[in-house]
């Protein structure tokens, strides 16, 4: 436990840190974790980094991610990258004579778009105008809150499992404790910030980051379930690998881009 929560204060102040300080500081830390993220969903596939399939996902996903307009460069086409990125893994497919299935090109795409779409996301909130790091932060705030508030609602109240099959630990209380710690949490980014921001614009910020941000965590459950594992990974000694601790990022943040609300 003590070793869990010096991990989680370093890592903490150090991506706090490099949050604020933006730019390339900042898209660069996420380009790493990405990397690494990648390499985790590789690796419970049963392929190591440097086979052809893995690398050619880990180039797709890293074309989704990069911040190209930072460099004075138009962004690919998304629809343009993964299409190519499927073509090159079924053509592998065949190269290989099936000892790369194509489940095996399915699920290495998918952990492209999974993995790409969500950092690439965090990089857009984060530059997206003026106001980008109170929004990151109002993000990450409330996924934070969620996982905070659903802990300890859990820990305290919790008597009714949520979803046994996949987190067995997890409560129907400690997940409405999340929401409303998540609402909480937006409605003070709200308050302190009016002009930026509007209470019902900052709410359902608060709700999407608690609810989906709570399935992101179960989808990567399902998934280390499936795999037989109980972490993607050991970066952060006690809190697993960038997957495990990203899951919920992963899916808040594409959803919060796409629906407009950052």
């Known amino acids: 436990m003590k070793q869990r929560i010096l991990t989680g204060i370093i890592a903490g102040a150090a991506f ?3 949050t604020i300080w933006g730019g390339w500081g900042y898209a660069g830390m996420l380009l790493l974790l990405s990397l690494i993220g990648y390499y985790e969903f590789v690796r419970m596939n ?3 980094w440097h086979h052809p399939a893995a690398l050619s996902g880990s180039i797709g996903m890293l074309v989704l991610v990069f ?3 930072a460099v004075g460069w138009q962004s690919p086409s998304t629809a343009l990258v993964m299409w190519l990125l499927m073509f090159v893994l079924l053509t592998i497919t065949v190269i290989s004579k099936n000892s790369v299935k194509i489940d095996d090109a399915a699920n290495l795409l998918l952990g492209a778009v999974y993995i790409g779409f969500g950092f690439a996301a965090m990089i857009m909130v984060r530059d997206g105008d003026s106001h980008g790091l109170y929004n990151t932060f109002l993000a990450f705030g409330c996924i934070w809150a969620s996982d ?12 009714n499992k949520l979803w046994p099959s996949i987190s067995p630990n997890k409560t129907i209380e400690g997940a409405a404790g999340g929401i409303v710690f998540a609402l909480l949490v937006a409605a003070a980014f709200a308050i302190l910030a009016p002009s930026w921001i509007s209470l019902g614009q900052a709410l359902a910020i608060g709700a999407v980051g608690a609810v989906a941000g709570q399935l992101g965590d179960l989808i990567q459950s399902a ?3 499936v795999r037989g594992i109980k972490d993607t990974g050991t970066l952060l000694p006690g809190h697993g ?3 495990d601790r990203c899951d919920s990022w992963l899916i808040v943040f594409p959803i919060l881009t796409l629906t407009g609300l950052l």
């Not at 905070?148 to 008597?159: L, M, N, P, T, V």
Request: hydrophobic residues 40%; charged residues 20%; proline residues 4%.
């Open 223 to 225: 998934y280390k379930r």
């Open 46 to 48: 049963g392929f190591s």
């Open 16 to 18: 706090i840190g490099i």
């Open 148 to 159: 905070i508030g659903a802990y300890f609602s859990g820990r305290a109240i919790g008597k």
């Open 241 to 243: 690998g960038v997957l």
């Open 67 to 69: 911040p190209w307009e």
